[in-house]
């Protein structure tokens, strides 16, 4: 085409940045192209100034080669489930007055109100205090332990809340030996991890204590090969669960891996038919347990110098917290997003808590949001598209490291899920991990009203990128 041909052909102008240039050329009767463009880093100068140094062509080679190192141990990773244990017996750390909740470091004076909701539920589960008042002074005095699930090799839904006697997974990475925990699902009801606290919530976790965990873990005891938990997961994507908010398959699996032990223990045939009885009141049992795998796995890649992927996604209901493997156990903050997506009827997002839990390990694994094409039902549960879910799990290969092999995604030409979010990706391309969740309401004692969509805030990685610029310049 000539010029004279170009200009005297339609234009089809392209607006980059203030929406406000696309407006004046519209009210002259131009129909402009809007691209939706950030500059990278958000445009915070302190931010582009430590993309610049990471892009430093002799750092970004040694930043690639400790990710695809970070990547290589993730994707080994063979997390085997070999038993169930009392809290205070197997988490490292564990004493009679800890609570480990979700999310990064808080007080209780900061808890939102479902995580207060659930530590004074488990407190009186405890018996160290006899009601929910007495609960709460003690909770405020500070003769109680609170600390991330996190920084105990573990990790736990929603409040996270795990107390002593509480009964947890025991994971062990077999490539690499570290051990993960995380705490039986309640199932879907009024239940702790959501806030709520009254005697039918204590009833169920004295049953769970009593009944549940001890089946469970005879069942393992006859286990001698355990379960292996990554094969298992690839199963139950194949099946269409994503294995964060949909385990319909998962849940099915995992009941059918365990049923031959649990029927040769030695417990009632009463105490049995509850436990099955128990499992099919709700498909989330998998729940946790597909946390558990995601942090075994990721917890081998931690500690690597120079990476920048991302080992730890968490939110308490207040802050957003991640870790990144090139800078161990620091935290980086944000504030915690609203959720938004279908409410359950009589409730509103007024009445919603703020994102909460550490079930978007995950998300930081590659599943759950990231592998929502293989689940296309779970829109029905936190709202949107069938083809929004196929766009989540595309997009997010635009900020990961590569793709996992062992765990695929049919619908999708049996694409490995996208794994190891990348910090330095997120800030270039300005776009933010995706996490499908469950809603708690804003207040202790109500428990679930909702589910939906959400994102990490971005001011969590803008601290990360800033910190391992200055780690390695």
Same mark, same amino acid.
Request: hydrophobic residues 45%; aromatic residues 6%; charged residues 15%.
């Given at each position: 085409?000539?010029?004279?041909?170009?200009?005297?052909?339609?234009?089809?102008?392209?607006?980059?940045?203030?929406?406000?240039?696309?407006?004046?050329?519209?009210?002259?009767?131009?129909?402009?192209?809007?691209?939706?463009?950030?500059?990278?880093?958000?445009?915070?100068?302190?931010?582009?100034?430590?993309?610049?140094?990471?892009?430093?062509?002799?750092?970004?080679?040694?930043?690639?080669?400790?990710?695809?190192?970070?990547?290589?141990?993730?994707?080994?990773?063979?997390?085997?489930?070999?038993?169930?244990?009392?809290?205070?017996?197997?988490?490292?750390?564990?004493?009679?007055?800890?609570?480990?909740?979700?999310?990064?470091?808080?007080?209780?004076?900061?808890?939102?109100?479902?995580?207060?909701?659930?530590?004074?539920?488990?407190?009186?589960?405890?018996?160290?205090?006899?009601?929910?008042?007495?609960?709460?002074?003690?909770?405020?005095?500070?003769?109680?332990?609170?600390?991330?699930?996190?920084?105990?090799?573990?990790?736990?839904?929603?409040?996270?809340?795990?107390?002593?006697?509480?009964?947890?997974?025991?994971?062990?990475?077999?490539?690499?030996?570290?051990?993960?925990?995380?705490?039986?699902?309640?199932?879907?009801?009024?239940?702790?991890?959501?806030?709520?606290?009254?005697?039918?919530?204590?009833?169920?976790?004295?049953?769970?204590?009593?009944?549940?965990?001890?089946?469970?873990?005879?069942?393992?005891?006859?286990?001698?090969?355990?379960?292996?938990?990554?094969?298992?997961?690839?199963?139950?994507?194949?099946?269409?669960?994503?294995?964060?908010?949909?385990?319909?398959?998962?849940?099915?699996?995992?009941?059918?891996?365990?049923?031959?032990?649990?029927?040769?223990?030695?417990?009632?045939?009463?105490?049995?038919?509850?436990?099955?009885?128990?499992?099919?009141?709700?498909?989330?049992?998998?729940?946790?347990?597909?946390?558990?795998?995601?942090?075994?796995?990721?917890?081998?890649?931690?500690?690597?110098?120079?990476?920048?992927?991302?080992?730890?996604? #968490?939110?308490?209901?207040? +802050?957003? =917290? *991640?870790?990144?493997? @090139?800078? &161990?156990?620091?935290?980086?903050?944000?504030? $915690?997003?609203?959720?938004?997506?279908?409410?359950?009827?009589?409730?509103?997002?007024?009445?919603?808590?703020?994102?909460?839990?550490?079930?978007?390990?995950?998300?930081?694994?590659?599943?759950?949001?990231?592998?929502?094409?293989?689940?296309?039902?779970?829109?029905?549960?936190?709202?949107?598209?069938?083809?929004?879910?196929?766009?989540?799990?595309?997009?997010?290969?635009?900020?990961?490291?590569?793709?996992?092999?062992?765990?695929?995604?049919?619908?999708?030409?049996?694409?490995?899920?996208?794994?190891?979010?990348?910090?330095?990706?997120?800030?270039?391309?300005?776009?933010?991990?995706?996490?499908?969740? #469950?809603?708690?309401?804003? +207040?202790? =004692? *109500?428990?679930?009203? @909702?589910? &939906?969509?959400?994102?990490?805030?971005?001011? $969590?990685?803008?601290?990360?990128?800033?910190?391992?610029?200055?780690?390695?310049?």
């Amino acid at each position: 085409m000539s010029v004279n041909e170009l200009f005297g052909s339609a234009l089809k102008p392209v607006n980059l940045g203030l929406d406000m240039f696309a407006e004046d050329l519209a009210a002259q009767g131009v129909s402009p192209v809007l691209m939706d463009w950030t500059p990278p880093g958000g445009g915070d100068p302190e931010v582009i100034a430590a993309l610049s140094t990471l892009e430093d062509p002799a750092i970004a080679a040694k930043i690639d080669a400790a990710n695809q190192e970070a990547l290589s141990r993730i994707l080994a990773a063979q997390p085997f489930l070999e038993d169930f244990g009392q809290a205070i017996d197997v988490v490292p750390g564990m004493t009679a007055k800890t609570i480990l909740h979700a999310g990064p470091p808080i007080a209780f004076a900061r808890m939102s109100g479902p995580m207060k909701g659930a530590v004074t539920g488990a407190l009186v589960f405890e018996g160290l205090a006899k009601d929910l008042d007495e609960a709460f002074e003690l909770a405020a005095s500070g003769e109680i332990t609170f600390s991330p699930c996190h920084e105990h090799q573990s990790v736990g839904s929603m409040a996270g809340v795990t107390s002593a006697s509480m009964w947890v997974h025991q994971v062990r990475n077999r490539t690499h030996g570290n051990l993960a925990f995380t705490n039986l699902s309640e199932q879907l009801s009024k239940i702790l991890r959501f806030g709520a606290n009254d005697q039918s919530v204590i009833d169920r976790l004295n049953w769970m204590r009593d009944v549940f965990g001890p089946v469970l873990s005879g069942a393992m005891k006859l286990n001698a090969d355990g379960i292996d938990l990554r094969l298992m997961l690839s199963q139950a994507l194949h099946m269409g669960d994503e294995a964060h908010n949909r385990n319909v398959a998962g849940t099915t699996l995992l009941i059918q891996a365990l049923a031959p032990y649990i029927l040769e223990t030695d417990f009632t045939t009463k105490e049995k038919r509850e436990v099955f009885d128990f499992v099919a009141s709700s498909d989330y049992f998998s729940g946790p347990t597909w946390m558990v795998t995601a942090k075994a796995s990721l917890d081998a890649a931690n500690g690597i110098e120079n990476s920048t992927v991302v080992t730890t996604m #968490a939110r308490n209901g207040v +802050d957003f =917290g *991640i870790r990144v493997s @090139g800078t &161990g156990g620091q935290w980086f903050t944000g504030p $915690a997003q609203q959720v938004v997506g279908p409410m359950f009827a009589g409730y509103t997002p007024a009445d919603s808590g703020l994102d909460m839990g550490d079930s978007a390990i995950t998300e930081t694994f590659g599943i759950g949001g990231f592998a929502m094409a293989a689940a296309p039902a779970i829109v029905a549960l936190v709202g949107g598209t069938v083809d929004e879910a196929m766009g989540y799990s595309r997009t997010m290969n635009a900020i990961t490291t590569g793709n996992n092999p062992n765990v695929t995604i049919p619908a999708l030409d049996f694409m490995g899920v996208p794994t190891g979010i990348d910090v330095r990706k997120v800030m270039e391309t300005g776009i933010l991990p995706i996490i499908n969740t #469950a809603i708690a309401h804003k +207040d202790p =004692g *109500i428990g679930m009203i @909702g589910a &939906g969509i959400t994102h990490p805030p971005v001011e $969590a990685f803008q601290q990360a990128l800033v910190a391992l610029a200055g780690r390695v310049a």
